[in-house]
């Protein structure tokens, strides 16, 4: 059974980082894709960022571009999301996604593993 864990959440202030973790257990094969998604109370799940296996293409979600960089450990099925800059409307639960079906990047129902979330809150 696949798990993925995420760890590095947090409260920071307006303008500093976090550093999020995503580590994936429980299966043998190195996941075409692996990234993260966003969700605050009575909003969707808003894809931030996304790797393809190897780091061969990354992607990220207009509002975080230029201040998150997505990458991938040396370790299978891990992967790092650095938070820079942050703003008070980053403040959401951060999910780690991994495994592709075949879709856009940025939609829910493309990826096939979930983690639990991590807290994320920037305040002002």
């Known amino acids: 059974q696949v798990q993925l864990v995420e760890s590095g959440g947090g409260s920071v202030q307006a303008g500093g980082s976090l550093r999020l973790s995503c580590a994936g257990s429980?299966?043998?094969?190195?996941?075409?894709?692996m990234g993260w998604f966003r969700q605050t109370p009575g909003k969707e799940r808003e894809g931030v960022a996304a790797?393809?296996?190897?780091?061969?293409?990354?992607y990220y979600t207009d509002s975080v571009k230029g201040r998150f960089t997505i990458s991938q450990a040396n370790v299978k099925n891990t992967v790092y999301l650095q938070m820079n800059s942050l703003k008070p409307e980053d403040t959401a639960i951060y999910y780690c996604?991994?495994?592709?079906?075949?879709?856009?990047?940025?939609?829910?129902?493309?990826?096939?593993?979930w983690g639990q979330g991590t807290q994320v809150t920037v305040s002002s």
């Open positions: 996604v991994a495994e592709s079906v075949g879709g856009r990047w940025d939609y829910p129902g493309t990826f096939k593993y």
């Open positions: 429980g299966d043998t094969y190195s996941f075409n894709f």
């Open positions: 790797i393809s296996r190897g780091g061969v293409g990354t």
